[in-house]
């Protein structure tokens, strides 16, 4: 099992190295299992699909002429960096106390909350 991962769903991260090194992005989901996170607008990969018959069609499946559909790929989470929303400079997470005493993620140059989970803790 995965260690918890450091970025979250909703965080802004900046991409440290491969094809899209120096881009900024938002994160869409965080897989902490396989250790990858999928980023909005971020390694854009192209799928070509098959055309289909009407019956595979209703079940959601791929487009009913066939074609090229493009769509984020995920990335390791070990080339994500949060980007704190205060000092809006790429940096590492450190945990620690809120000032009400519960638990949270905090910037490591300015101190700053990051922004919780939606789930809460």
Known sequence: MADKANIIKGDTVFVRRG???????????VFPA???ATVE?????KRHT???????QNMGGALPNGGIIEKEAPLPLSTLMYVCEKCKAPTRIRH????DGRAARLCAKCG???????KGA
Do not use: C
């Open 19 to 29: 094809r899209d090194k120096g881009k900024r992005g938002t994160v869409k989901a």
């Open 34 to 36: 396989a250790g990858t």
């Open 41 to 45: 607008g971020i390694n854009i990969v």
């Open 50 to 56: 098959k055309p289909q018959q009407e019956q595979q």
């Open 96 to 99: 620690g106390r809120n000032p």
């Open 112 to 118: 700053e909350p990051a922004r919780e989970s939606a």
